[in-house]
T-cell receptor, first 114, second 115 residues
Framework: ETGVTQTPRHLVMGMTNKKSLKCEQHLGHNAMYWYKQSAKKPLELMFVYNFKEQTENNSVPSRFSPECPNSSHLFLHLHTLQPEDSALYLC?????????????FGPGTRLTVL | DQQVKQNSPSLSVQEGRISILNCDYTNSMFDYFLWYKKYPAEGPTFLISISSIKDKNEDGRFTVFLNKSAKHLSLHIVPSQPGDSAVYFCAASAIRNTGRRALTFGSGTRLQVQP
């Protein structure tokens, strides 16, 4: 238990569906991250939020829309996804995004797009 | 172009022996390096880190070595235990032009420790 939870753990959706992934951290951290992990590839950073402000968007397609209402919660809204978007989506948090802080990861959401 | 590379996708070691996991990087701006361990159905968990001003950091059975001139780091696990069987990710940190840090990950090495 790392103090970072993600729901749902598994999600199957069609290309026309709209769904959301949720992440919650109980560590009092101020930075939160979304990563994508495709099979046999490195974790790819998608978005970074620091004190609720988006500080990085790593050229992510607009069909992925993040939302950070407060420092403890992070959402990833999904719409009109493609089959190649099927992957493990990991959320992480750290005290903030300027120092040498290790990141604490949630268990991930395994997404399958049909 | 991958800036952090783990060229061995898998490694098998006997219990009690040493496991050596390797990682190479290309970006000289990386100044902090981390190793994460991942079990199936769980997120990566932080294992050990090293600053670029050091060449070795030790924590129990885990030691990380950094060779800056070769842009190479390695994780040594001695003695290896069956519970160490997992995927190990190397990650590197640099300050971006925004003044903020981000981690760049390798693709992972799956370690299997045989009883």
């Amino acid at each position: 238990e790392t103090g970072v939870t993600q729901t749902p753990r598994h999600l199957v959706m069609g290309m026309t569906n709209k769904k959301s992934l949720k992440c919650e951290q109980h560590l009092g951290h101020n930075a939160m991250y979304w990563y994508k992990q495709s099979a046999k590839k490195p974790l790819e950073l998608m978005f970074v939020y620091n004190f609720k402000e988006q500080t990085e968007n790593n050229s992510v397609p607009s069909r992925f829309s993040p939302e950070c209402p407060n420092s403890s919660h992070l959402f990833l809204h999904l719409h009109t996804l493609q089959p190649e978007d099927s992957a493990l989506y990991l959320c992480a948090s750290s005290p903030e995004d300027r120092a040498h802080n290790e990141q604490f990861f949630g268990p991930g959401t395994r997404l399958t797009v049909l | 172009d991958q800036q952090v590379k783990q060229n061995s996708p898998s490694l098998s070691v006997q219990e009690g022996r040493i496991s050596i996991l390797n990682c190479d990087y290309t970006n000289s701006m990386f100044d902090y390096f981390l190793w994460y361990k991942k079990y199936p159905a769980e997120g990566p968990t932080f294992l050990i880190s090293i600053s670029s001003i050091k060449d070795k950091n030790e924590d129990g059975r885990f030691t990380v070595f950094l060779n800056k001139s070769a842009k190479h780091l390695s994780l040594h696990i001695v003695p290896s235990q069956p519970g160490d069987s997992a995927v190990y990710f190397c990650a590197a940190s640099a300050i971006r032009n925004t003044g903020r840090r981000a981690l760049t990950f390798g693709s992972g090495t799956r370690l299997q420790v045989q009883p």
